[in-house]
Nanobody, 127 residues
Framework: DVQLQASGGGLVRAGGSLRLSCAAS????????IGWFRQAPGMERELVSC????????SYSDSVKGRFTSSSDNAKTTVYLQMNNLKPEDTAVYYC????????????????????WGHGTLVTVSS
């Protein structure tokens, strides 16, 4: 069975840091692009970072660029999201998702078609 297990969320004060983990199993890790999404109440789902299997590059949304860093450990088939200098507006449920190929660059319309989604982990940033 395919599993994406997101963990590491919690409550943190503004300016603090958290590291999220997304443990993947049941599919060929190296062939899949893996992204971190977030969704706050009443807001659209946002792709905050994506590691592309097609070119090995990591992309970030403008809202997190310079504060968040995504990395992968292929041996552990785990993707991480290091979040620094957190702001109250970062409060959301964070999800990881995966699919074959370079979907990181495919745009919002493609996100609902991604093959694999993990359960979310809640990040709450207090002011």
């Amino acid at each position: 069975d395919v599993q994406l297990q997101a963990s590491g969320g919690g409550l943190v004060r503004a300016g603090g840091s958290l590291r999220l983990s997304c443990a993947a199993s049941g599919f060929t890790f190296d062939d899949h692009s893996i992204g971190w999404f977030r969704q706050a109440p009443g807001m659209e789902r946002e792709l905050v970072s994506c590691i592309s299997s097609s070119d090995g590059r990591t992309s970030y949304s403008d809202s997190v660029k310079g504060r968040f860093t995504s990395s992968s450990d292929n041996a552990k088939t785990t993707v991480y999201l290091q979040m620094n200098n957190l702001k109250p507006e970062d409060t959301a449920v964070y999800y990881c998702a995966a699919d074959l190929g370079g979907w990181c660059y495919s745009g919002r319309a493609y996100y609902s078609m991604l093959a694999y989604w993990g359960h979310g982990t809640l990040v709450t940033v207090s002011s």
